[in-house]
T-cell receptor
Framework: QQQVKQSPQSLIVQKGGISIINCAYE??????FPWYQQFPGKGPALLIA?????SEKKEGRFTISFNKSAKQFSLHIMDSQPGDSATYFC??????????????FGQGTILTVHP | EAQVTQNPRYLITVTGKKLTVTCSQN?????MSWYRQDPGLGLRQIYY???????DKGDVPEGYKVSRKEKRNFPLILESPSPNQTSLYFC?????????????FGPGTRLTVT
């Protein structure tokens, strides 16, 4: 079963708008939540990550919001630009333990930002 | 330049013909892993390795083999490929003491099995 569920599958936003991608997880042992950005023909690259001891983390135009009680986290892209058009993956991990930080990925969201 | 390389980038093969996808990293990372990416399923881990001669199954290991004889290399072997192994494959590496998300991904290998 999919332990991390991501929505929407695709998203179209106008330049300057806000892009929001949501993820929900089931395993309460997850304690590390990264987001990846993937351009066509490339491998995913770490964009931003959060641990559950904070409810929000911001890096430039990218913000992760985290709701531990709801087991949900989301990526907000402010002032979206055409160069942000890519596939975004959320993921979850148990940082320690026997899984050695194995990542469980969401299904991915294809973001298109129109000029 | 720090990087993970994969070869080949594209491969079309027939059912049952053994193939190997190579993966190499130049960052002296202990942890390496293989993922497959399928539409609507995201990335799923196939195998991972903590260090030389230490490998273990991920979520979807059936039909795949790996080996880790050298720290820098982690080849993925398909002994008898089948059409359901048509997918986009990524190799990744990270230092064992690093955060789980700090993985460096290769450029991907698109495999088609007919």
């Amino acid at each position: 079963q999919q332990q991390v569920k991501q929505s929407p599958q695709s998203l179209i936003v106008q330049k300057g708008g806000i892009s929001i991608i949501n993820c929900a997880y089931e395993n309460t042992a997850f304690d590390y939540f990264p987001w990846y950005q993937q351009f066509p023909g490339k491998g995913p690259a770490l964009l931003i990550a959060i641990r559950p001891d904070v409810s929000e983390k911001k890096e430039g135009r990218f913000t992760i919001s985290f709701n531990k009680s709801a087991k949900q986290f989301s990526l907000h892209i402010m002032d979206s630009q055409p160069g942000d058009s890519a596939t975004y993956f959320c993921a979850a991990s148990i940082a320690g333990g026997t899984s050695y930080g194995k990542l469980t990925f969401g299904q991915g969201t294809i973001l298109t930002v129109h000029p | 330049e720090a990087q993970v390389t994969q070869n080949p980038r594209y491969l079309i093969t027939v059912t049952g013909k053994k193939l190997t996808v190579t993966c190499s990293q130049n960052m002296n990372h202990e942890y390496m892993s293989w993922y497959r990416q399928d539409p609507g399923l995201g990335l799923r881990q196939i195998y991972y390795s903590m260090n030389v001669e230490v490998t273990d199954k991920g979520d979807v290991p059936e039909g795949y083999k790996v080996s880790r004889k050298e720290k820098r290399n982690f080849p993925l072997i398909l002994e008898s490929p089948s059409p359901n192994q048509t997918s986009l494959y990524f190799c990744a590496s990270r230092p064992l003491g690093g955060a789980p998300g700090e993985q460096y991904f290769g450029p991907g290998t698109r495999l088609t099995v007919t």
